[in-house]
């Protein structure tokens, strides 16, 4: 999420240091407290057939209808395992979260080594609660971020 500078002077008067912040810190200590109930929720999701985590195209071209529906099931078999990779991937990068463990993205050249890992590790040791909330609001208060968002975003206003 993004907090712009005028979502920040909305808040009370410690802006996001104050109730935000302490509220942040104990909705996540709670998520932490709970994360096995949730991860167990959000597992159905990954294993559940009915759900799609990629998108299949339906293209019917000017092939018979008995060899396109062969190669749609095959297709449709092979877009349902990497649906379930990529939910898989979804899944470990929220337990990691809950856990305290921050990936950074990086971006780099397409064929750098930057670019086939997953992301570095911003920590060795698993980030505390309060680090945690820190970090996530330096996230959505940079501006770098915000450029990013909103292509119309004018900062020197």
């Known amino acids: 999420f993004r907090l712009t500078r005028h979502m920040v002077d909305g808040m009370d008067l ?26 167990s929720v959000l597992e159905s999701f990954v294993v559940d057939p009915l759900v799609e985590w990629t998108r299949v195209k339906q293209t019917q071209g000017s092939v018979g209808l008995a060899a396109g529906r062969k190669r749609r099931a095959a297709g449709m078999k092979r877009d349902a395992n990497k649906g379930k990779r990529a939910g898989q991937n979804k899944l470990r990068a929220i337990r990691e979260r809950l856990e305290g463990i921050v990936r950074e993205r990086v971006r780099a050249d397409r064929h750098s080594e930057a670019t086939r890992s997953i992301g570095r590790v911003l920590d060795a040791m698993p ?16 501006e770098v971020n915000l450029a990013k968002a909103y292509s119309g975003w004018s900062a020197f206003l």
Do not use: P
Request: with cysteine; net charge negative; hydrophobic share 40%.
């Open 14 to 39: 410690g802006g996001v240091d104050g109730a935000f912040r302490r509220v942040c810190e104990v909705s996540l200590q709670v998520l932490r407290d709970h994360r096995h109930m949730l991860l």
């Open 127 to 142: 980030l505390s609660t309060q680090g945690q909330v820190h970090h996530l609001i330096e996230e959505a208060t940079s």
